[in-house]
């Protein structure tokens, strides 16, 4: 099994041991046929930093860090490292924060997408929420007392109709909006869509962004309410609708369809 070395978290971030490499089977022994490389699919990376309209993405591998071109500053505390299936992931609790300070690349109009890996511990109180991202005023998404998942966008919500299975493991949870349509995918299927009329997503706010708690203070003092408490991995923020939730998700044949929802 995979170890981790112990992390120290400080104001100016937190850094990570990467897993060591995984020994025994499924390796090519002398003599097996050799993959041709040439015809072979390059993998594409979780933070791909050709990709403009990725914004932000912390993967938790090696450290707690911005893997997007952008290569935002990340000021961490109270984070502790878990796996996710074998991948690295963050253990969040009541005293974990996470803050972006404020920058012109995270102010999106028009297309907007967010995806990330959850792994609750719970539900929240009732009435209350962990959320997952807040970039304050301007987009965010949360998890409920009811289980389901809640997009944010300019002080407007939707919450999905189906739940976050209560397994103990981790799923994936996204919210795209195309300018018209906010929808709200579980484990790569569509689970709700919103018309909100064409409401622009606004960029009057200035705190930054907080991943993992409901960001409200400054930017320069950030406060922090309705922490997320458990895993999370592979956060991202995209300046486009179009992304492919089923792929990320690690599946195939997802419901995409708003009809009956």
């Known amino acids: 099994m995979r170890t981790f070395c112990l992390i120290l978290c400080a104001s100016a971030g ?3 041991a990467s897993p ?16 041709d490389a040439a015809t072979q699919p390059a993998p594409r ?22 893997r997007s071109a952008n290569s935002a ?31 012109a690349t995270l102010d999106i109009q028009g297309g907007l997408a967010l995806d990330l890996w959850i792994r609750p511990t719970g539900k929240p109180a009732l ?12 987009y965010g998404a949360s998890f409920t007392d009811t289980g389901a998942i809640r997009c944010v966008l300019s002080g407007r919500s939707s919450d999905s109709t189906a739940q976050v299975p209560a397994d103990g493991r981790f799923h994936h949870v996204a919210c795209t909006y195309d300018g018209s349509m906010l929808k709200i995918f579980i484990d790569g299927d569509l689970s709700r869509c919103a018309d909100l009329g064409g409401a622009a997503i606004v960029t009057t706010g200035v705190d930054g962004l907080a991943i993992g708690a ?3 203070g400054s930017d320069t003092s950030p406060q922090y309410d309705d922490r997320f408490v458990g895993g999370l991995d592979n956060v991202r923020v995209w300046a486009r ?21």
């Not at 990709?51 to 993405?57: E, G, K, M």
């Not at 609708?241 to 929802?261: E, F, H, K, P, Y």
């Open 14 to 16: 937190c850094t990570f």
């Open 20 to 35: 060591a490499g995984g020994g025994g089977g499924g390796g090519l022994e002398p003599g097996d046929d050799q993959p």
């Open 45 to 66: 990376a979780i933070c791909d930093r050709s990709d403009p309209s990725l914004r932000l993405c912390v993967d938790f591998e090696g450290a707690i860090a911005d």
């Open 73 to 103: 500053a990340i000021a961490a505390s109270g984070i502790s490292p878990m796996e996710r299936d074998g991948e690295p992931a963050a253990s969040l609790s009541t005293s974990s924060s996470m803050h972006l300070r404020e920058a």
């Open 127 to 138: 009435g209350k929420t962990f959320w997952m991202l807040d970039n304050n005023t301007q």
């Open 214 to 216: 409901n960001l409200s």
């Open 241 to 261: 609708s179009d992304l492919d939730v089923c792929a990320a998700a690690q599946r195939t044949g997802c419901r995409t369809s708003c009809a009956g929802l």
